[in-house]
Structure formats: C-alpha cells, structure tokens
C-alpha cells in the first residue's frame, strides 16, 4: 500500500510501503493514484512528496507479478504521466534504492532528492524487459542519450553521487532525506505564492526559490515536466547510436532486451514523447512474451532461493547460524589460491597466505599483490579501506604455526588426495577446534579429506572457479560430518566475498563438474565422428555460452584433465597391456585429449591444443589444419566413418547429456532442487542467463522430448551410459510433465523452494 499523510504544512506525503523493498505492486500503485488524487483536490495541499518506507524508496515493479497470469489493473506508466501532470510540485526524497519502476516514479516528479547512500537505476534489462513505465523516454530527456543508454542497456546501479553529476537529481543530502524533501515542497511552495507578491523580502525568497528549482517566473513547473522537454542534442547522434548498436548486440549475446533498451531509447531521439511511449510499449511487450524474461525472472528468484539451503538429513538455513570469520588463512598461492586470497582481502577478511616454500611464497606474493593493486586501481577512492600493504591484514608465511588463531582455513593445492589428507591432518593438529577447514577441490571425496582430521564436523568443501577473484559461484560441499555451523559459515563467507554460494552433498564431481563431464565427453565423441572443434564450439557458442568446450579446454588447459586421468588410471604407464584404445570398463572411450597431451599440446599456454594460437599464452584461437588432417588420420586408425552432423544433433548430445545427469544429481539428493543446478551453471559454467540454466532451459524444450531424444541418442551409442535416460526423468514424464516447481515432489526427495 501507500500511506498517506499530512504534514503540519501544506505538504502531503505518500509514503510507498510494501516490505521488504516496497515493489510497486497492484495495491501500492491503486494506493499512490488514490493519495495523488486526494492531494490535488484538497485546496490545503500546495506540495506533494513521495517516499518509501524503511528507508527504501522502491525496487521497483512486482517482478512476480510480471508471470502471474491475472496480471490487470492500473499501469505504472500513466500514473507515472499523472504525477508530471500535477499542478502542485511534487518531489521525490529517495532513500536506499529507487531501482526499475520505482525510478521512474521519481522520474515523472518535478524534483529528485536522494540521500548520499542511495542506488538508483533502470535494471529491467537484466530481468529482460525495458523501463516500461515511459522510462526510456524521459531519462534520455534528463540526462542525455549517452548517460541513459548505458544506464538503461546494462541495469547498473549508480550511487547518489554519480546520480547528481549526470543531473538524475536535485540534491544529495547527508541528512534525513524526508525531511530534506519536506523543505524542498515549501520552498517550492514559497516560489509559487510568493510570486506574485511585491514585499522585497518576499521576491528575494521568490528569487533563491527560483535557482533552486531552476524555474522561470509563471511557469513554476513546466520545465521540470521531463515529457515536455527536448531531447539534448548530439552532433552525431546516427553515428553515436550505430556504434552503440554494434557494442549492445556485441555484449548481449543473444540476449533480446539490451537491444530492444536500445530501440526504445533511439524512438525517443526520433519521435515525439508520446509516440516514443507507443513504441516503448510495443517493444514491452515483445519482450515480456518472448520467454527470454520468464527466464531471467526465474534466475533472480532462484538465486535467492538458493540462500534458504537444506541438507539431506534436514539442517537448514533456519536453524543454523553462521559463526564470525575475524581471521582466514588460505594455503597454496596456485591460480587459485592468489583468487580467494584476493576474495578474502575484498571482503575485509584479515588473511594468512600460506606456501610451502620460501621460493613459492614469494612468487605467490608477488602475484596476490599484482592482483590486489590491479582490484584498488578498478574500485578507485574505496580502495584505501582495502589496505593490504598492512600485515594485520595480509600475512605470507611458510610456517603453520601462523595458523594457529584463525577462524578458518582454506586449503587449495593441487588435486591431489594424499597431499590433502596430509595438509588436514597437520591443520587438525595446529588450527583451535572451533577453526573450519575448507577444502577447494573441484571433485575430491570431502569425507575421505575430513578422514584425516579429528574434526570432521569443521570440515566443509568450498568450490571456487578460476579467477577465483572474477567468477561469481562458490559450491559448498557438505559431508557426512559437516556441521549445519559449517554450512551456514560457508554460506556467510560467499557473501561477504559478494559471490552466491550454492549448498550441494558429496558426489564426485560435485554438480557442477559432474554435469559438465557428459557434456565434454559427447563433445569429444562428435569429434571422433566427423564434427571439428570449430563446428561444436560455434554451435554451444550461437545457443549463448561464453565460450565453447573446446576454446575452454584449451584456456583451462588440457594437461589438467590428463593429469586426473592418469591418476584414475584411464590413461598412461598405468593403464593394463592390451586395453582397447577407445573402451575403458566396457564403455566408450576416447583417447584423442590424451592423444594431444602426448604431443605437448596443452591449449593456450603452449600455443597448440584443438586450436592453434599466436604464441604460446596466446588467446586468440584459429582453426588449425594439422589438427583436422590428425583427426582424418584417427578415423583412419580406428575405422570410424566420418558423417555430416548438424547442429541440431551438436546441440542436444552435448546439452541433453549435460541435462540427464542433472536429473541423476536430483534424484540422488545431490541437490535439494533444480534451481541450484541452474544458479551453478549460470554463476560458474557460463550458461546463458536468458535460458534460465539447464533445467529451466529442459522444462521450456519439455521434458518428453528430452526423453525422446535421449532415447534416440542412447539406441545409437549403446555404449555410452551417459546418454541412457535417468530414471528420474522418466518419472516426471510420466507424471505428465509437470512443471519446474513441482519436480521435487515426485523426487520422493526434498521439495523445491521456488
Ligand atoms: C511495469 C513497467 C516497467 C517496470 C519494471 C520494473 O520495475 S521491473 C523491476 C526492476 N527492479 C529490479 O530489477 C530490482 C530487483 N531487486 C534487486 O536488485 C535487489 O533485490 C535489491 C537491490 C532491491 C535488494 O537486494 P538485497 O540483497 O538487499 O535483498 P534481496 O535481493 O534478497 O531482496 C529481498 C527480497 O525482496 C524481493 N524482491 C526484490 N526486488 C523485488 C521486486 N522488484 N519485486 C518482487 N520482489 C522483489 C526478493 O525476491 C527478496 O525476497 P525473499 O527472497 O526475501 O523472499
């Protein structure tokens, strides 16, 4: 709702007031027009204001109510035109967020004041729709085509400060922003009745009035009403917008909204503002049905979902509670280990960096500074609190005695069970009980690495991705020990490190990389059939990933995948005399990665892997004809007969296989339900954002057809377990294909949240 009030004064004041963040709801907005209208007709109100409660102006429209199916009733953007249309002065006094709908409001008042804290911006864009409320049109007007744009196409959100300088409002204050917003309406007021009056006195308060507000005489708020104003001219403005195009469908990546953000503000350099509004609607509407939104508001409310976590043996987010972190240590100053130092100094955690050697620690200092002085440079004057040239707050030491009095400690060396268990066992001995020891293996059995401990109630994995400073997802893996202390811990810690944490059980692999691994692996077998890297990369790449398998591995490098392989004794001195070349433990197998490690090809960092680059640590990937002739050679040696295969059949062997594990992982319990397979791939495997992750994405393909497909693909390669449909699967298939949210209860396992 909005209460309304008055003031001792002639000022009324609409306070928004729909807890936790007053989303502009149906109720708000009926009860916003309601106070507008009883403010216009009571003589005594010469001044409105708007505000929101708690601190918040507003986040903006409901964006549950964007998929409910009754969505009817008022529409933002005419009471938007009716608050600019009001003949007394309205102001808006912005506290904590004016984000989406609730900016526009501000937008269609006369006067903006935002205390300094304040965030604001039109971030419809990453929930795939536009600032429908006649944002586009008359931000542009305000700020100029250039400021809106970039605020409009990226969703960012701008503090206050940055807000004055674009002219996005009036006034920062330090103070109380609604009694700031109050003087403002009376002095409003002032300029408005005093106009007329000759008392010198009076025409001097008229005058400071008319500065403040920018006004002319007569007409107190007719330039202030942002649809009748201009749109601030460019010199080249066709040229400006073709460039802008060419960067916002670059950075979209299939993504509709930015580019229909950008159509929508180019109406407004181009047509009159109420044929602008007409367009705006027109592209609202497109993208609201385009399926693209669903997907993106799905992703929002399931990263939220994931903070309430459960376990499989019923701890939760409820009971649980996190225990204070004053003091971390991080051990191995690998690529890693230099990311999560980094994380743990960003978020003002004091940390010990631990290394092995003299020589290691410091290489591995050298290279935490780098990093550290490269994050000061990107967050400007906010740096100085960072103030890691301080030893309280970062330490580098070889001696674990230095471990002693920390909270928590996170181990990251390399992948390698009894170099883990060794370093668990020593911090048992050394950390105080209470510590929680955290393991950053990507695959590792978290219960055997707590074997080696006497508490394996503190022992808890947390899954970083490379750069661990950049990349948004943390896995936290719990054990069959794990405390839910430990959980709740780890859960605190991603987000004080601004990084969302997804709680997943203990498998090999954990999620993440356990659903990649059938997705890699087809993408291999495509190749032994007939496809190229190119063809394979190009295909995952058009569906909207960053980067396709093939470009990854070479980035990520190949030796690590030969390294593990080896170690499971698929390949190398290990492997028994007479083994097939391409059948390990009666399945398929393809030994062409192996193949390329042999030959030193290692990806980027050798200049040669599925592509061939510059130099070595080269970046930019060309297609490279000794690889093709090597490929024709393998299917030579191995008989196989090269085939056509179209994109449709790339897509889905790699995807649907991805997809079919998920289902395993959730009729296991890995995952207390889809969205966390769908935070983690969008946070950490560069699945597009606007396809909702990979099991939204097999919910809008249907899940018979995925069943369907799988089915054909499995008939085809018997040999690949992979590609035979989880039992899951065909359980909710023939439950009748429900939707998303109601997976879980035919799961027999935990229910969804969503
Ligand atoms: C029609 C014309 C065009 C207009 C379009 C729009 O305005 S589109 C909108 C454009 N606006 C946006 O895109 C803004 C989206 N919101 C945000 O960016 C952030 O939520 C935040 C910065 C407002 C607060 O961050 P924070 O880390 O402090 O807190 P938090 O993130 O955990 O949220 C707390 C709770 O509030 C919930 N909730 C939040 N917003 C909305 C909403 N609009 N609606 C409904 N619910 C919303 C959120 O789900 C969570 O609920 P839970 O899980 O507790 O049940």
Redesign the pocket.
């Known amino acids: 709702m909005a209460q309304y009030a008055r003031n001792a004064a002639a000022v009324a004041v609409i306070r928004l007031r729909n807890p ?2 007053n ?2 709801s149906l109720t708000v907005l009926q009860a916003l027009e309601d106070g507008l209208k009883r403010a216009d007709a009571d003589p005594s109100v010469k001044a409105v204001m708007i505000c929101g409660e708690n601190g ?1 102006f507003s ?8 998929s409910s199916p009754k969505r009817q009733g008022i ?3 005419p009471l938007v035109s009716l608050i600019e249309r009001s003949e007394k002065p309205v102001v808006a006094a912005i506290e904590g ?1 004016a ?4 900016l ?1 409001v501000a937008l269609g008042c006369h006067f903006r004041v935002a205390h300094v804290q304040a ?1 604001m911006g039109l ?2 864009v ?2 795939g ?5 006649e ?1 586009t049109q008359r931000l542009p007007r305000l700020i100029g085509v250039p400021a809106a744009l970039d605020l409009i196409t990226t ?1 960012r ?1 701008i503090p206050a400060t940055e807000a004055l300088k674009l002219g996005l409002v009036d006034e920062v204050v330090e103070e109380n922003t609604v009694e700031a917003g109050i003087r403002l309406a009376n002095k409003l007021i002032a300029s408005v009745s005093l106009e007329n009056v000759s008392s010198k006195e009076n025409r001097e308060l008229c005058k400071h009035a008319r500065i403040l507000t920018g006004c002319p005489a007569g007409q107190p708020l007719g330039p202030r009403r942002l649809s009748l104003k201009p749109i601030p001219r460019l010199p080249n403005m066709e040229a400006f917008l073709s460039e802008a195009l060419v960067k916002v469908k670059k950075q979209a990546r299939g993504c509709l909204a930015p580019e229909l953000c950008f159509q929508a503000v180019k109406a407004a350099t181009e047509q009159p503002f109420a044929d602008g509004v007409q367009r705006e609607r027109e592209l ?1 509407n497109i993208l609201l049905t385009s399926g693209q939104a669903q997907a993106l508001q799905y992703a ?2 399931a990263e ?2 994931v ?1 309430r976590w459960t376990t499989l043996s019923g701890a939760s987010w409820k009971s649980a509670s996190p225990q204070p972190i004053r003091r971390a240590a991080v051990i191995g100053l690998g690529t890693m280990g230099r990311g999560i130092v980094t994380s743990l100094v960003k978020a003002n955690i004091p940390v010990v960096a631990l290394e092995q050697d003299v020589e290691y620690l410091n290489t591995g200092r050298k290279a935490v500074m780098l990093l550290l002085e490269r994050e000061a440079m990107k967050m400007g004057q906010d740096a100085q609190s960072l103030d890691f040239h301080n030893p309280a707050r970062l330490q580098f030491t070889v001696d674990f005695d230095g471990l002693r009095d920390v909270d928590l400690v996170i181990e990251a060396v390399f992948e390698n069970m009894a170099l883990k268990k060794e370093i668990f066992k020593k911090l048992s001995g050394i950390c105080k009980p209470g510590a929680f020891l955290c393991t950053n293996t990507s695959a590792l059995n978290i219960d055997e690495i707590a074997s080696a401990t006497s508490h394996p109630q503190q022992v808890i994995g947390t899954h970083f991705f490379s750069p661990a400073h950049v990349m948004r997802l943390l896995e936290i893996i719990y054990g069959r020990h794990t405390s839910p202390a430990a959980i709740a811990t780890a859960m605190q810690l991603a987000k004080a490190m601004k990084k969302v944490g997804v709680v997943v059980g203990n498998c090999f692999g954990f999620v993440g990389n356990r659903m990649m691994f059938p997705y890699v692996q087809q993408a291999v077998f495509l190749l032994e059939e007939g496809s190229r890297p190119e063809n394979v990369d190009q295909v995952i790449e058009d569906f909207g990933f960053k980067i396709g398998p093939f470009r990854m591995s070479d980035l990520a490098g190949l030796d690590v995948g030969w390294r593990s392989r080896k170690g499971q004794g698929l390949t190398g001195a290990s492997l028994p005399p007479g083994t097939p070349a391409r059948q390990r433990h009666g399945r398929r197998y393809s030994p062409l990665p192996d193949l390329l490690c042999e030959q030193g090809r290692f990806g980027q960092k050798t200049g040669k892997g599925w592509y061939q680059y510059e130099k070595a640590g080269g970046r930019t990937a060309r297609p490279d004809p000794w690889l093709h002739s090597f490929l024709s050679e393998y299917r030579d040696t191995h008989q196989i007969k090269t085939r056509f295969i179209d994109q449709e059949e790339i897509l889905e062997r790699c995807l649907f296989s991805l997809i079919n594990e998920g289902f395993n992982i959730l009729a296991e319990g890995i995952a207390s339900g889809p969205e966390h397979l769908d935070v983690i791939y969008i946070n950490g495997y560069g699945w597009p954002k606007h396809k909702g992750g990979p099991m939204f994405y097999a919910s809008t393909v249907g899940l018979p057809r995925i069943l369907a497909k799988l089915q054909k693909y499995s008939e085809a390669h018997p040999d690949v377990p992979e590609l035979r449909p989880s039992a899951f699967l065909k359980k909710l298939v023939a439950a009748g294909n429900p939707p998303l949210k109601e997976w879980m209860s035919c799961s027999g396992s935990q229910s969804s949240k969503l």
Request: net charge neutral; proline share 7%; no cysteine.
């Open positions: 936790p963040v989303a502009l918040k986040a903006g429209a409901d964006i549950q109510g964007f529409a933002l953007g967020i984000l989406g709908g609730g526009e965030r971030p419809e990453t929930i729709l536009l600032p429908g409320a944002g969703g959100h609202f929002f409310f939220r979902a903070q």
